[in-house]
């Protein structure tokens, strides 16, 4: 569970920042920013703060929604001189 706070948009406002942090400690992460355009409602960033304060920071861009991605693009082609041990 975590608490959801709007920040005030950076870049001259041109986006949305909700930050996430947990209510419970211990947790792997103190703080998650998702950043959202403004315009298109978009995820553009993502920013994830562990507990010793290093930031992760992911940028989204060139995005294409709804693009067809063929069946074949998720075929698991096991490489050569890997050995796949059956569960």
């Known amino acids: 569970q975590f608490k959801v706070t709007m920040v005030e948009g950076g870049e001259g406002k041109k986006d949305y920042r909700i930050q996430l942090e947990p209510k419970s400690e211990g947790g792997q992460y103190k703080q998650v920013e998702l950043v959202f355009s403004r315009k298109k409602f978009s995820l553009e960033e993502v920013v994830l703060t562990n507990s010793m304060g290093d930031a992760i ?4 861009s060139s995005v294409k929604l709804n693009v067809d991605i063929p ?17």
């Open 57 to 60: 920071r992911m940028d989204f």
């Open 71 to 87: 069946d074949a693009s998720f075929q698991f082609e096991i490489p050569e001189g890997v050995t796949v041990i059956e569960g």
